[in-house]
């Protein structure tokens, strides 16, 4: 099955500084990856995604990248704010099944 | 998208016993599935929820301990069975709307077994 590691475990950031999450996929045939932010007590929600007939997608101060030659893709968010702290799950899938990483604690220092 | 309920949100059991876990979506969805999580863990999907017919679990998942109904498009449950200070965990149903592959989860179940 779909093994998908994701990487840093933990990553604090000043107010304004850029946050970048990176993840690696072990099945070639994955062609749908999201990225899901997890608030405190509440279920995770999708906040971008991108397919493999592409290789970047933005939506306002998110962008995600995907290289399916080297299997890996990013999650990067600019201008970051409070708010923007949070867990950040990664996956990939070849079907339905969503394959999760591990996660990622942001923190966004004032 | 979809508007995902879960009840109840959270509940303390004893062990031996099962609770019953709801998932309603205000449109009818594609797919519906249950993952859980572990304390301070990532995701995994415990079973796809089939309409009308039975669940499909994934390795290391069993009918016997998860029971799983869906009556309906907008409609699944998920039961615990014979519980265990090991279920403590964040139950989710998700839901697919299309084939377009997104899916959006519920906002969870919390359960702690003692």
């Known amino acids: 099955g779909e093994n998908v590691e994701q990487h840093p475990s933990t990553l604090s950031v000043q107010e304004g500084d850029s946050a970048v999450i990176k993840c690696t996929y072990s099945?070639?045939?994955?062609?749908?990856f999201p990225w899901y932010k997890q608030e405190l007590g509440k279920g995770p929600q999708l906040i971008i995604d991108?397919?493999?007939?592409?290789g970047e997608k933005k939506d306002q101060r998110i962008a995600v990248t995907l290289n399916k030659t080297a299997k890996h893709f990013s999650l990067h968010i600019t201008e970051t704010q409070p708010e923007d702290s949070a867990v950040y799950f990664c996956?990939?899938?070849?079907?339905?099944?969503?394959?999760f990483g591990a996660g990622t604690t942001v923190t966004v220092r004032a | 998208s979809a508007v995902i309920s879960q009840k109840p949100s959270r509940d303390i059991c004893q062990r031996g016993t099962s609770l019953t876990i709801q998932c309603q979506v205000d449109?009818?969805?594609?797919?519906m599935f249950w993952y859980r999580q572990q304390p301070g863990q990532s995701l995994t999907l415990i079973a796809t929820a089939n309409q009308g017919s039975e669940a499909t679990y994934e390795s290391g998942f069993v009918i016997d301990k998860f029971p799983i109904s869906r009556p309906n498009l907008t409609f699944s449950t998920l039961t615990v069975s014979n519980m265990s200070p090991e279920d403590s965990s964040i139950y989710l149903c998700?839901?697919?709307?299309?084939?377009?592959?997104?899916?959006?989860f519920g906002p969870g179940t919390r359960l702690t077994v003692t």
């Open positions: 099945d070639s045939a994955s062609n749908y």
């Open positions: 991108i397919r493999s007939n592409v």
């Open positions: 996956a990939a899938t070849p079907d339905y099944k969503l394959s």
């Open positions: 449109s009818q969805v594609t797919m």
């Open positions: 998700s839901v697919m709307t299309s084939g377009s592959g997104e899916q959006y």
